[in-house]
């Protein structure tokens, strides 16, 4: 017997908020990090409280850096091989973490924190001359229906 898939079905939204969260890393160059979401998908089974009884989103990771001058350097010849290259592991503080914010034609305010749990810094270097950093990004996400009854 196979595992039986819980069907989804598919959630239109808008983009509310889609800012980027910032992270200082220790070397000087700012991380910015956002979650850019494709597709919400819900069971049709809601709770009691009125929630879908389970979601999915489908997703991709925004990463850029701004880099201090110090750090440029000529770019690099051989591309950056990430099944390859080892990085380092590098420190970093968290400036803003901001909420990005979407809302369902079913009126589920859709809400998704990125979190920044790792960076690596490699010894290569892109077309701009920028270090070349990877990011381990974890996400927090809450739902919200509109005329909710949650006190605050």
Do not use: C
């Not at 850019?36 to 089974?45: D, F, M, P, S």
């Not at 690596?120 to 229906?145: C, H, L, M, W």
């Amino acid at each position: 017997m196979g595992m039986q898939t819980t069907p989804m079905i598919e959630m239109d939204f808008a983009v509310i908020k889609e800012d980027f969260s910032r992270y200082l890393i220790h070397d000087g160059a700012i991380l910015k990090v956002k979650i850019v979401v494709k597709k919400i998908l819900r069971t049709a089974e809601l709770t009691a409280q009125g929630y879908p009884a389970g979601t999915s989103i489908d997703s991709v990771n925004a990463v850029a850096a701004i880099v201090p001058q110090a750090l440029k350097r000529e770019p690099s010849k051989e591309p950056w091989d990430p099944r390859r290259d080892v990085g380092e592991e590098v420190k970093f503080e968290p400036q803003e973490e901001k909420w990005q914010e979407y809302m369902t034609t079913e009126g589920y305010r859709i809400l998704i924190k990125p979190v920044l749990t790792k960076v690596f810094r490699y010894n290569k270097y892109n077309d701009y001359g920028e270090p070349i950093y990877s990011a381990v990004i974890q996400s927090i996400t809450n739902i919200e229906k509109l005329g909710t009854t949650a006190t605050t």
